[in-house]
């Protein structure tokens, strides 16, 4: 019987679910409770297109359609553990895609912003994630390399395309105190997750390991 699998024709995607938790999380350093717990609830297969649903929970990336694509399990649960995100914070997260990593930073903390470039993608988002009944997250349509002013500031910021620098406003936007995590690099090429902190005004980045994310697109 293939994993996932009931025999009766369904697929049981929560064992799929625990299975991926247990396999391709905790294993690999994610040790966050709140983070894990996230993972282990919001349906992913719900966020690919039905013809991908089978492989949701599998260790990579998927296509969402628009050349776009959702990230591996892991990378979405290290993104989340490294704002160390708890239940008051606010969250801004730049590239919404199909919604899932807002659906899993919305089961942690108190509210989320997420901002997505391409209207079919930011559309089918907010239906899906109002569906879902995650009424802490607000998606807007618009380029995100000016975050969301109104709504600042952020106690933590997930950007999840690949840019070439740190966009100056989501800095400004950010508390105090917070944490941003950004793919940076070239495009089309491998780039470094950094880390960047802000404390009494003063910046501080870490890069934490090599990444590949689709890139960073701008409203020309």
Do not use: C
């Not at 008051?88 to 659906?103: D, F, H, P, W």
């Not at 942690?108 to 470039?117: G, L, Y």
């Not at 807007?140 to 406003?169: C, L, N, S």
């Amino acid at each position: 019987m293939l994993l996932g699998h009931t025999g009766l024709g369904q697929t049981d995607y929560a064992a799929m679910r625990k299975v991926m938790v247990e396999n391709q999380l905790k294993t690999r350093g994610i040790y966050d409770k709140s983070t894990l717990k996230a993972m282990s609830k919001v349906p992913r297969h719900l966020f690919v297109p039905k013809d991908q649903q089978i492989y949701a929970y599998a260790d990579s990336p998927l296509p969402i359609g628009q050349k776009q694509t959702i990230s591996q399990p892991y990378m979405v649960a290290y993104m989340t553990q490294a704002i160390k995100p708890w239940k008051n914070k606010k969250v801004l997260e730049i590239g919404t895609g199909s919604g899932y990593q807002a659906a899993v930073l919305a089961e942690i903390v108190d509210s989320v912003h997420t901002i997505e470039i391409i209207p079919e993608l930011g559309e089918a988002a907010k239906k899906l994630l109002k569906d879902l009944g995650y009424e802490n997250v607000k998606v807007r349509v618009g380029d995100g390399y000016h975050g969301w002013p109104e709504k600042a500031p952020f106690d933590a910021i997930i950007v999840t395309a690949g840019a070439e620098e740190i966009p100056k406003p989501l800095v400004e936007q950010l508390k105090d105190g917070g944490r941003m995590v950004i793919p940076l690099g070239p495009n089309h090429g491998v780039r470094d997750l950094i880390l960047l902190t802000k404390k009494n005004g003063k910046i501080k980045t870490k890069s934490l390991m090599a990444v590949r994310f689709v890139p960073f697109t701008r409203d020309n």
